[in-house]
């Protein structure tokens, strides 16, 4: 036990050393930066390194890369074919106004066919793209689809509600020739008027191979009112429809 002289050195460098001690803290935290969002540290209740809380979402910092589920090709008439793709946006919180899209035809030679494209995305979003008529003379033997660029941006989009009430395919008889058309009524549950609504059809066999696709404008869809919207395909589809895919989507980014 320490005898009563080093315990009175002790107090004695105790008294000194705290108000310096307090000092020292004062004067380091006066010139310490102020915690940002750009600091290279977690703090300010970030959910990650200048990420997260009041900063903006640690995703924009590591985006995930768009899912591919499919990209297939189909036949519309002699040296045209129409070509779509099915995506999803992994990504929680973000979107985008700007996505630049690349379609490419391949037979057993090479490249025969592209087409690049823009289309937005949501949040959350899973989504088709289409190309309608590429024009080769070369048949091909598979698609591809890429992203050739995309700028994220974290933004809460208002809720758009489009219903699709009805969905029917028919082939029908048009001056002794059979095509095929697909007939669909939309209900806007949306409490403003869309001016512009791209309404997107993809119809597939049981096996999911693509058989026909086709996309058309609805302009100034009123709220709580319906559309019938109609496609119609030159000649009749070749093989069972099994599933009529009807897409409504609206552009909010686009001013």
Known sequence: MPSWRVRRQLIILLIFATPLAVVTFWAFSKFLPEASCTDNRKNQEELGVDCGGPCGPCELKDPKPVALYWTRVVPVRENSYDIAVEIENVNEVL?????????????????????RGKTFLFAQERMHIIESNLVTTRKPTNAEFKIRDIKWEFRKEPKLNIVVLSR????????????????????????????????????????????????????????????????????????????????PRVNIFSK
């Open 95 to 115: 979107s985008s106004a700007d996505v630049e899209y690349e379609f490419t035809l391949r037979d057993n030679l090479g490249p025969i066919a592209t087409r």
């Open 168 to 247: 029917e395919y028919k082939v029908t008889d048009f001056n002794g020739k059979k095509k095929s058309t697909v007939e669909a009524v939309l209900l806007s549950r949306t409490p403003a008027t869309l001016k512009v609504v791209e309404v997107s059809a993809i119809l597939l066999d049981q096996q999911e191979n693509l058989l026909g696709t086709s996309k058309i404008i609805v302009e100034n869809f009123l709220p709580e009112s319906r559309q019938t919207v109609k496609f119609l395909w030159p000649e009749e589809l070749k093989g069972s429809v099994n599933s009529v895919i009807i897409e």
